[in-house]
């Protein structure tokens, strides 16, 4: 259920990020538009982190390295 959740979340930055460019574009450099579709990203991003460290500190997913042992 996590990783769907962290799926999801990683599909709504990519499509804030597409649609930021998409209204760039569209209405030049001084679009509001973009504004608000960059700082949804960037607070979904935010969103992200703060979720995978809590996953993390509660044991729910585990890093690993480059090459696990």
């Known amino acids: ?5 962290i799926v999801a979340v990683l599909l709504a930055i990519v499509a804030s990020l597409g649609s930021g ?3 760039l574009l569209r ?3 001084d ?4 504004v ?3 700082t949804v990203r960037i607070s979904l991003s935010v969103a992200l982190f703060v979720l995978l460290l809590i ?4 044991g ?5 390295g480059v090459l696990p042992t």
């Open 21 to 23: 460019l998409f209204f």
């Open 60 to 64: 729910m997913i585990q890093p690993h």
């Open 27 to 29: 209405d030049g450099s």
């Open 36 to 38: 608000k579709a960059l």
């Open 55 to 58: 996953a993390w500190a509660n």
């Open 31 to 34: 679009s509001r538009r973009m």
């Open 1 to 5: 259920m996590l990783k769907f959740l």
